[in-house]
Nanobody
Framework: QVQLVESGGNLVQAGGSLRLSCAASGITITVYALSWYRHAPVNQRELVAAITVGGSPNYLDSVKGRFPISRDNAKNTVYLQMNSLKPDAAAVYYC?????????WGQGTQVTVSS
């Protein structure tokens, strides 16, 4: 059974930092493209950051330079370091792993940013 389990979401003050983790089981992330999405109640779900099998990242323009994505294949985990958080970052954050037609999502972790 494949599972992606996010953790690290929390309430944080604007300007603060959080690190989200997504631990995979049932798959080996080495061959998967990995990404983080977020969904706030008033917005559509949006891609925040992605990282290829080779480690090349891609970012939503508004988070470039603040939200580095990384992967630790040995730990089967992908991370999203979120720095200089703004209130508009508040959302449920989901990780996703894709390999050709295989597509797995986690259950999400809540990030709340107080102003």
């Amino acid at each position: 059974q494949v599972q992606l389990v996010e953790s690290g979401g929390n309430l944080v003050q604007a300007g603060g930092s959080l690190r989200l983790s997504c631990a995979a089981s049932g798959i080996t992330i080495t061959v998967y493209a990995l990404s983080w999405y977020r969904h706030a109640p008033v917005n559509q779900r949006e891609l925040v950051a992605a990282i290829t099998v080779g480690g090349s990242p891609n970012y939503l323009d508004s988070v470039k330079g603040r939200f580095p994505i990384s992967r630790d294949n040995a730990k089967n985990t992908v991370y999203l370091q979120m720095n200089s958080l703004k209130p508009d970052a508040a959302a449920v954050y989901y990780c996703r792993g894709t390999l050709q037609r295989l597509d797995f999502w986690g259950q999400g972790t809540q990030v709340t940013v107080s102003s």
